[in-house]
């Protein structure tokens, strides 16, 4: 087809020529679904500045059209192409192939913790059943649309965890779950435990004043006991969110002082004979 | 016959972008059943991408803004094609659907007294836009998709099921628009991990579906945004306006190649980023237009005291409305003055200390380190326009969000035109998706309580066995001629970009954009022939062969309305007409499908599948006219309007 690329000021290069930069790299893909599968060679052409996510395209333009893959943003923003490349949890649209040799294999595989639905997705329902297990956010009462008041520093802390952008890196690399089943029923994992931090942090969240101690659920519905801060949800998490030390560990030591508190003991007592 | 699961629901909304859930937490909230289905998982919209924020006048930061001055501001950068109406309700709304947002959750940045704060954009007169660093519309999906676990939770209190009035069907996709003659009687669907159809019965549908990005080459739009809306509007009889007026953002990542098109956010230059070429200039100030010569700056010195003092100086140039720096970058890098990688400089890195920058503008330190290796507290970014956002979409009223014509259709958000006029201000979107969001909800409750128990509008089988058998046609394409090779969707896909990019781009001239009407013809044809491999579960191929028809249809309604406007407003620039046209100013071009019982989008060949035809536009209320002066009309309205 012909173009008139120049006209448009960033259009760019005519397609069919190969850049000297680009080489074929060697990838693993797993293939299969709920009733097995395994892993696939594959020689594939690589360019300058790509990311995984862009090798993992031209596999589905040029080599197998039906390979299963989410992806929304391609920018790191949406935490839809989570997967695991060479074991470890990572957005397949910020792992640039530089990081890599030419001459190393790279294996891409889905995430560990969930169950296969094809190839690189997973059923992440899981999630989606935690978070509707987390009381929401309780607005005060007396204050109207318009009327709220915070300062920047006190909705910092909060603010930080809801640049999470549900990758589900951190439920799939924590411990408690990735070779445990059977947690799952009783823990949260790190991204709905710093919800509950989040929401417990929210200078006007008025879960207290209507009865809900968020601290004490923490620890006796969402499993923050299981939690024994090796940080590894920190690690991947690509948001670079401080999870452990700025989430997980206030809200234990927050539970801590709850559950030994003689005075908040008997304060509670006291609300729940009203 | 085709044996398809039937679910009843009141209300379906299509799409669980910003529009998309405001309207499905309206709809619920006034009772009604309400379904959503949507592409990909709950919570992962294109909304999360918007960066710089909401726009909205609440005067936190400069008291003298408030609606009028937000509709003045919505207008000029629409050059005066926006529908008023719809415009007017926007400037007048987006306050309360911000603070709303509060009551449910939502964190945003603070003034120093404690209220929400904001930060100028280009083209809006006073700092207007609530933000949370540069992740403003991630903020806004996690409220609203909190904001619905919340009712789900009360739902859950009530019936014992989380779903039973609320419920998200993720991961599946709408490919055609029921109908019990001219009324809609529901959606059919296809759920993407299985394959498996389904149908959804309701009287109201809300289409909230978002853009048509992905049907350009260089664009900032997820793989989602492939105008299934608009085509779905067309299809069900409905009309589409507006549609040549696309807007390139000015600001795109340009290297590496793997990362062209991403979103840089406007921020960068609210916030005091500098455009300059390839000599060290900054050249925006070459690019003023008369229409807006008072309002801007004539020297750098001017425009930087603006960042402090801005009642004694004018503006920056950098923010000018998103249609002018577009197409003052991309004459810098025609004329030779770009950078190496093809686009020109941004810098903030010399007006804010590193600090400022991490924390103004995280994601954009964030995704220029890890994609690019520029650190853009230290070094200027290199930037040029990318396909970002489409002005046109259904033609709807402005009130309700109702499509014209087609009773129980409604639309809101990007897929619904006429808002924006010929271009979209920035934080003008994430706005208008509350407002008019809430809006179709209400109605499309309201028009779904209008039936009475058993007179709801039914779905045939015939309809159904029609949807199923246009889904299943990628695994049986029709035969290629004989020394043919058989075609494949990704490769039609990639030409169809190519061909949009460059043929109906950010300059557009006659015979190129001809060119693009033969190429789509000739694309129409070859996708009858695309077939997929593998079978109906998760497979993206075949996903992408059902979009094809989407893509090619809305393709058609921009290069066939953009051949026919003979003049550059906005999200049009044209070389060979480069002047606006006051006559033009009141001028919508309508699409319609040709032929609405075609059971194929294929086929139709060169003569096409879009009819077009020039509506006028109702003349703006006298009120709102009176809102500027007369000097400044006279550059948009015709003689005759102006003594009306």
Redesign the interface.
């Known amino acids: 087809?012909s173009?008139?690329?120049?006209?448009?000021?960033?259009?760019?290069a005519p397609?069919g020529e190969r850049p000297s930069t680009s080489y074929d790299a060697h990838f693993r893909v797993w293939r299969g679904?709920t009733d097995g599968g395994g892993l696939e060679d594959f020689t594939v052409e690589v360019?300058?500045?790509?990311?995984v996510l862009?090798i993992i395209h031209r596999l589905?333009?040029?080599q197998a059209?039906?390979?299963?893959?989410?992806?929304?943003?391609?920018?790191?923003?949406?935490?839809?192409c989570s997967a695991e490349i060479n074991g470890r949890p990572r957005l397949l649209c910020?792992t640039?192939m530089s990081v890599f040799e030419r001459t190393d294999t790279i294996t891409v595989t889905p995430l560990r913790a969930f169950p296969v639905?094809?190839?690189l997705?997973t059923d992440?329902s899981f999630n989606?059943q935690k978070?509707?297990e987390v009381?929401?956010?309780a607005?005060p009462e007396g204050?109207g649309?318009?009327e709220?008041?915070?300062?920047?520093e006190d909705?910092e802390r909060?603010?930080e965890f809801?640049?999470?952008?549900?990758c589900f890196l951190c439920q799939d690399t924590c411990h408690v779950v990735r070779d445990h089943e059977e947690n799952k029923p009783a823990f949260a994992g790190p991204r709905f435990l710093m919800r509950v931090a989040e929401?417990d942090m929210?200078p006007l969240?008025a879960a207290e004043e209507q009865g809900l101690d968020r601290k004490t659920t923490a620890q006796d519905e969402h499993g923050l006991g299981y939690c024994n801060i090796t940080k590894c949800c920190t690690e991947v998490c690509p948001e670079?969110i401080k999870i452990t030390d700025n989430a997980l560990i206030p809200l234990k030591e927050r539970a801590a002082d709850r559950k030994y508190d003689p005075l908040v003991w008997l304060g509670n007592k006291i609300r729940r004979r009203e | 016959m085709t044996q398809v699961e039937r679910r009843q629901w009141d209300v379906v909304i299509v799409g669980a972008g910003g529009a998309g859930l405001r309207a499905a937490i309206e709809a619920r909230e006034q009772g009604l059943r309400t379904a959503i289905i949507c592409k990909?998982?709950?919570?992962?919209a294109?909304t999360?991408?918007a960066e710089g924020g909401i726009a909205a006048s609440?005067g936190n930061v400069n008291e003298g803004d408030n609606w009028q001055v937000h509709f003045r501001d919505t207008m000029r950068g629409g050059k005066f094609l926006n529908h008023w109406r719809m415009a007017e309700l926007h400037a007048k709304e987006a306050?309360?659907r911000v603070?709303?947002l509060?009551?449910?959750?939502a964190?945003?940045?603070?003034t120093k007294?404690?209220?929400i704060?904001q930060r100028n954009f280009g083209g809006h007169e006073y700092p207007r836009l609530a933000h949370?660093?540069d992740?403003t519309g991630?903020?806004l999906i996690?409220t609203l998709q909190?904001?619905i676990?919340?009712l789900?939770?009360e739902d859950?209190k009530e019936t014992g099921d989380?779903e039973s009035h609320l419920k998200v069907f993720q991961e599946c996709t709408v490919t055609r628009v029921l109908k019990d003659g001219d009324r809609v009687s529901g959606v059919f669907c296809y759920e993407r991990?299985t394959g498996r159809f389904f149908v959804v019965e309701a009287p109201s549908v809300v289409l909230a579906t978002g853009g048509i990005g992905k049907s350009f080459?260089?664009t900032s739009n997820?793989?989602?945004y492939t105008g299934d809306g608009h085509a779905l509007a067309l299809l069900a009889g409905a009309s589409l306006i507006n549609m040549e007026f696309v807007q390139f953002h000015p600001t795109g990542m340009?290297?590496?190649?793997?990362?062209?098109g991403?979103?840089v956010t406007e921020s960068v230059r609210g916030d005091g980023g500098v455009l300059r070429n390839s000599d060290g200039k900054r050249f925006m100030f070459d690019y003023v237009p008369d229409v807006f010569k008072e309002k801007y700056a004539e020297s750098e010195e001017e425009a930087d005291g603006w960042y402090e003092d801005p009642a004694k100086h004018r503006r920056p140039p950098e923010l000018l409305p998103r249609d002018e720096v577009a197409r003052a970058?991309?004459?810098?890098?025609?004329a030779g003055r770009?950078t190496p990688h093809?686009?020109v400089f941004l810098d903030v890195s010399t007006r804010m200390s590193a600090d400022v920058i991490k924390r103004r503008l995280p994601?954009m330190h964030?995704?220029f380190k890890?994609?690019?290796d520029v650190d853009i507290t230290a070094q200027p970014m290199e930037v040029?326009?990318t396909c970002h956002y489409v002005m046109g979409g259904v033609d709807v009223d402005p009130d309700t969000g109702e499509a014209l014509g087609v009773p129980g259709l409604f639309a809101a958000g990007e897929v619904s035109g006429g808002m924006h006029g010929s271009n979209r201000l920035g934080g003008n979107s994430l706005s208008d998706l509350l407002v008019f969001g809430r809006r179709a909800g209400l109605y499309a409750a309201r028009h779904a309580e209008s039936f009475a128990a058993g007179e709801r509008p039914l779905v045939a089988d015939a309809e159904i066995d029609r949807a199923a058998a246009e889904a299943l046609r990628p695994f049986t394409p029709e035969e290629v001629a004989e020394g043919g090779t058989p075609e494949?969707?990704?490769?039609i896909h990639?030409?169809l970009q190519?061909?949009m990019?460059?043929?109906v781009?950010?300059?557009r001239r006659d015979e190129?954009m001809a060119r693009a009407l033969e190429?789509l013809a000739e694309l129409r044809e070859r996708a009858r022939h695309a077939g997929?491999?593998?079978?109906r579960?998760?497979?993206?191929?075949?996903h992408l062969a059902i979009d094809l028809r989407n893509m090619l249809l809305v393709s058609e309604c921009v290069a066939r309305a953009a051949l026919n406007r003979t003049e550059s407003r906005g999200g049009h620039t044209r070389d060979d007409y480069p002047a606006m046209d006051r006559e033009w100013r009141r001028a919508n071009l309508v699409c319609t499908l040709t032929d609405p019982d075609a059971t194929s989008g294929a086929g139709a060949g060169a003569a096409g599948q879009i009819s077009l035809r020039r509506r006028e536009m109702p003349p703006i209320r006298a009120d709102l006219l009176e809102l500027f002066e007369k000097e400044e009309l006279i550059k948009y309205l015709t003689d005759e309007e102006l003594t009306a």
């Open positions: 087809m173009t008139t690329s120049a006209e448009n000021g960033t259009a760019d397609a679904d360019n300058e500045g790509e990311v862009d589905q333009a040029t059209g039906d390979l299963a893959v989410r992806w929304n943003c391609k920018a790191g923003k949406c935490g839809s910020m640039r639905v094809r190839d997705v992440v989606y978070a509707r009381p929401s956010f607005a204050l649309p318009g709220y008041r915070m300062q920047q909705v909060s603010q809801r640049k999470c952008i549900e929401l929210h969240d670079g | 990909s998982l709950f919570g992962k294109h999360v991408m609440m306050p309360d603070w709303e509060e009551t449910w959750g964190l945003f940045d603070r007294d404690g209220r704060s949370v660093g992740r991630l903020e996690r909190q904001k676990v919340s789900q939770q859950f989380h991990e080459k260089v997820s793989w989602e340009v290297w590496p190649p793997s990362v062209k991403i979103l970058i991309n004459s810098e890098v025609k770009g093809g686009g994601s964030h995704q890890e994609l690019a040029g326009p494949n969707p990704y490769t990639q030409q190519q061909s990019n460059d043929l781009g950010i300059i190129e190429s997929v491999e593998g079978h579960q998760f497979n993206p191929g075949w």
